[in-house]
């Protein structure tokens, strides 16, 4: 049996080296990472156990026989080992579910513990006689159990191939074939030398190819998956951090420019040694501390930036606070401020960090919703609000306006959920619950003439729009002139076509359609003159500045005048005076809508309004 040392002693010291690298730096730290730190300290183990065994077979005495086989159990018991942590590393890679093949390894593993520790008696595999070591040929256990591992590994690695980047896959494939290659040599030369070595070299190879994180030289910084490990170990030991988020338009270029790196790495040295800079996106890098921080020096510092290089950065510092919250919290909170904010330097307050862990329950809530797709959601509330019609005198139609009661939070209101709704895609939900809400109302009361539902533009160009509202269309049955569908204008011209060609399919089943917020952000007369509407809803600003100023009352009246002429129905929205009243009637108005008559009103009180009369008018 030909051994040196000096294999095991290099393994041990690889392996010193990477468990030291391992917990100085932020590398990808999920659950397969404790598989190869296991893997490592094993290995450490069956090194020391090889250095042992291969001094004590040096002089056989009838003395030391028993440490001898003790020796070469614990050594091959630990070297089996580490082959299972492997195959088990790779399952997980795979995310092999195969029940079969993991009862096979456990039963294989069991099956070889239970050679070795029998080999004294039973004299397979490894024996000692006449203080004399045997290796019983192919018998062999260590390359019998090293062709079978391999085996498996390959079955298991081709058969999920395809969840692996092809590059990711010949760097394992090749990573094995390359050990099998040493292990055979080894057979051929009856040696021991490299036994640990062949483990060794997966374990670099996993790390290397699923672990390393990417710090950037030149400019002193990790990724984002180093930061989110950085944020778990902090959480884990400190009571709640400083998050530091920086905001650098044109990041990449600016990164060219020499000085700005310089004055990175300097800031970076002055806050604290131990710590990093992260790269959290595109152009946003992030610090985060346990330790007090001194505000003072990255505002003088960004400040200086900017005068010099003209770096238009924002800046944000999310103080201590004892909720630890996962890294996405933190960018998405920050991302959101970043949007609002003006300055270049923002102290984020409990009021905030309330306002925002609202947003982010809101968000729960209407993705939840969404989820449950129930059209009868009991937080998903319709209020109404009263139109009267100059024409009968009587409040027989209404606008359906969406309020929401969530579990934690009471009522909120369109302002606060719209928005996240409509960044999130889950305002469609919303709408087809309040509009089966809304049918459902008219169905059962025959009395009112007409309500009217909300379409948001980033809806309505979706590609099942149309047959999702037709699904809950045909679930009822009324005169569909009882429903209108109010939209705005659209700023995206190439949506405007696809837009024009639903509301006229809706317009000609007789819904009517309403142009709402008339006068607010971009009203474009030519979209306006090419859409089919019934009604035009001049927003409440034009109503208020026609009671203030005469130019803008004639722009007003000339404007619902053409409305008037061309066959659209003008009605005015946020009247509450009397003047408003009497003003908008002498506009031209078939319809008014505000306070003076009534706030939104929760569905079910609708009926109280439908057959008053309002006398207070006078044409
Ligand atoms: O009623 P109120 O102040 O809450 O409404 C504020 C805004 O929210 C209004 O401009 C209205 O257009 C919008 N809104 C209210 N209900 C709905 C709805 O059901 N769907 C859509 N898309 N918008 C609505
Ligand atoms: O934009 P839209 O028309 O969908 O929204 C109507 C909004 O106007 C609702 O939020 C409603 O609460 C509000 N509103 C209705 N009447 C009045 C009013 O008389 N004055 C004011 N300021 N707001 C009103
Ligand atoms: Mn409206």
Redesign the pocket.
Known sequence: MEYSKVGDIIVLLVCLILILTLSMTYSLRNKKLILIKIGLVNLMYCCCLSIAFNSLVTHITEANTYAIYTCHNALQISLLLELVLFIYYVFDLVNYKEQSFKVAVLILTLLFMFLELTSIFTHIGFYIENNKVHNTGVSNLYFVRYALFMTMFSVVLKRKSKLLAQRIYIALSGTFIMCDIIVFMQWIHDSETYTTLVLLLPLIVLLFLFHSNSYNSRLGILDREALASRLNDLCRHARGIYFVYLQIPNFQKICLDDNFVEDLKILTSMTHYSDYLFRCSNDVLAFIYDKEICEDIFEKAFSAMKTELRVNHKLIIVPKNNVCKKLSYYTDFCSFLARKMTGTFYRVSSADFEKFSKGVYIKEQLLDIRDKNDLEDERVKVYC?PILDIESGKFTTA?S?MRLELPDIGFVY?DVFIPIAESTGLIHTLTLIILNKVCKYIQANNEITRISV?FSMYEITKPDFYDDIMSILLKYNFKYSKLGF?VTESVEAEDFGVIEGILSKFRSLGIKIYL??FGTGYSNMEHIFKLPIDIV?ID?SLVISSGENEVSEFVVDRLSTMFDTIGYSVLY????SKSDQDRCITMKARYL????YS??VPIENLSTFTNQMYSNIEK
């Open positions: 609000q606008e306006l369109p909300n109010e709402d917020d809803k409440k929205e946020g009247i509450e809508q505000g306070y003076r706030k939104p």
